[in-house]
């Protein structure tokens, strides 16, 4: 047999998969995927039939129930959804090489028209377009406004870039903060946040993300999640990077409190859902949406009021090199459907866009893990070493600085060099071990012999640093935060290079989270929150800030769709 369906057609008929003849009745594949898990077990019973220390993709950080076809397919190649970011060697049968090509969201007027032309399938109140923290921020807000919810998700896994967020959430004057005597302002969170994106950010939306930050954290606690660890992060005054106790990924957390919410609410989710198009009336008020699903083709859905939220374009390199050359050939951190077609709807629908050019890097990728290395592991005391064994930067500087000087270094990359304390701070970093990125040395003078570093520099580094750390000032580059000397072995290192992360600019937004039109005016039913917004982080975004932006912005957009849909 060439393929799954070849194979299992030798064991009975489309029946063994399909519920009729014609194949898939829903972009879910509801039914197949019952069929596969009915057999097979489900992802997690599948992962503890695995031999223990392998690096596999049933066991999954991503959010929801992973459906077994995300990877497996009945009648093409199957692809390892993994491989968009790591490069497994793992061996999947009936697989093909993962490969995405981008087709823009306009590509098939004709058959698009024709759906149009129709008529609408269905009516509800709201939609929001993504799975991600925004889309489902503003889907639990709008059920929780009493709006009837359709949220549609182009990947096979819901979650988005927002699934991968590590570091922390940042949020001013919360419980947590108090608890751990953290002195900080909501204004001082303004004041770091403008500085930041170099004062051209909207300063009414700074305001509201600072002002709103403790209180969606509250939130978030009240759905359940734990974000009661605070660390540093790049370019804050204080300690206001919340995450899980002992130093979780803060990203799979709050995407997988979220969903679950937004799931308990009987929010309709479908996935393989992509949205092509907003259709508006001959005034311009939103009417509906056409979506593109993976198994069902065009279809259309009225809606009063839509909710972009579709993420930045990061993994999209033709687009980001269109606006800033200087990252042509890159990699990326993002998840593999960080393309931007969302902006190319909003933009087709006549929304406004602001700050495209701005592109930041993350400092701190692991080129040999297709993984980004989470800031909080400076924060909690990691420092960069060049191949001669020295700092060259404050670590915590912002991330537009901390790039362009690893990109200085011999190679354009650097190690991250950090103890066994660090370690023991951040559970996150048991990741990064389980992935094989992590050189480890009993002493500094085996580590530095397998980075081929000269060992007495290195040991001078670390011993001048340790000093610094004592004296509570960092005599050499002036950072201002040093949590810990680093004397605890085992010593461990990961090589790290910059890769393209976040994308500031998007569609232009007003405190209420409604959409402006190119016109000057907001687009009556269009609102929008998350990365596809540009505005709340100006020219660069604080490590931290993201997660702050979707959750309130995100609540934001849900809350004022479902009073525009009853009010429309
Ligand atoms: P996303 O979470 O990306 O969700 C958008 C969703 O929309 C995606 O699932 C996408 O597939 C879907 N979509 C796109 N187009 C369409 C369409 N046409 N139709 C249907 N669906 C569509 N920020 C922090 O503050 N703290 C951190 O610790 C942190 N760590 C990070 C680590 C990594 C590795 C990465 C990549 C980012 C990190 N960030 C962090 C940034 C932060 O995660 C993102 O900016 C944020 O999660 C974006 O959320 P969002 O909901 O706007 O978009
Ligand atoms: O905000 C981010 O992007 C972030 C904190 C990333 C990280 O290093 O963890």
Sequence with gaps: PENLADFHGEMGSCDTCHVTKKGPTDDNLTYENAQCTSCHGTLKEVAETEREGIVSPHQSHLIGDISCTSCHSGHEKSVTYCDACHSFDYKMPFAGKWEREFVPVNADKDAQDKAIAKGAKETTDVVVIGSGGAGLAAAVAARNNGARVILLEKEPVPG?????????????ETKAQAKLKIEDKKQIMVDDTMKGGRNINDPELVKVLANNSSGSVDWLTALGADLTDVGRMGGASVNRSHRPTGGAGVGAHVAQVLWDAAVSKDTDIRLNSRVVRIIEDASGKVTGVLVKGTYTGYYLINTDAVVIATGGFAKNNERVAKYDPSLKGFKATNHPGATGDGLDVAELAGAATKDLEYVQAHPTY???????????????GAILVNRDGKRFVNEITTRDKASAAILAQKGESAYLLFDDSVRKSLSKIEGYIHLHIVNEGKTLDELAKKLSMPAPELTKTLATYNGFVKNGKDAQFERPDLPRELTTAPYYAIEVAPAVHHTMGGVAIDTKAEVKGKNGKNIPGMFAAG??????????????????????FGRIAGEQAAKYAKEN
């Design 160 to 172: 988005g870039n927002t699934k991968l967020a590590a570091g922390g959430m940042n949020a001013a």
């Design 366 to 380: 692991s080129p040999v893990g297709g993984v980004m290395v989470t800031e909080a592991v400076r924060g909690n």
């Design 531 to 552: 990365e596809i917004t540009g505005g709340v982080h100006g020219a660069n975004r604080l490590g931290g800030n993201a997660i702050s932006d979707i959750v309130t």
